[in-house]
């Protein structure tokens, strides 16, 4: 069993700042890639951002700049820091991450059930 859990999200005015946590538990041997991906209304899901177990990171052009991943190997856990909000960010932020289970290394994509951010004008 392998869970991926999310928290920081809610209700922040643009220009603000929010940090998104996740952790992943359970039966994990090692994960590959975790990220960030979101879906806002009406819009299909997109990556937010990525990091590598080594710490390679890729941003969407849309959030360089003002938000940054960040890993913590030994906690099985991804931060997002989020700064300089905008509307268009509003969205429900989903965690996933690439865990292999053994050491055959075969890894699965795992997701978490989602946290809502709400950015104001």
């Known amino acids: 069993q392998v869970q991926v859990v999310e928290s920081g999200g809610g209700l922040v005015q643009a220009g603000g700042s929010l940090r998104l946590s996740c952790a992943a538990s359970?039966?994990?041997?090692?994960?590959?890639?975790m990220g960030w991906y979101r879906q806002g209304p009406g819009k299909q899901r997109e990556l937010v951002a990525v990091?590598?177990?080594?710490?390679?990171?890729n941003y969407a052009d849309s959030v360089k700049g003002r938000f940054t991943i960040s890993r913590d190997n030994a906690k099985n856990t991804v931060y997002l820091h989020m700064n300089s909000l905008k509307p268009e960010d509003t969205a429900v932020y989903y965690c996933?991450?690439?865990?292999?289970?053994?050491?055959?290394?075969?890894?699965?994509?795992?997701w978490g059930q989602g946290t809502q951010v709400t950015v104001s004008s």
């Open positions: 996933n991450a690439n865990i292999a289970r053994d050491r055959s290394l075969v890894s699965f994509s795992y």
């Open positions: 359970g039966s994990i041997f090692s994960i590959n890639i």
């Open positions: 990091v590598t177990s080594g710490g390679t990171t």
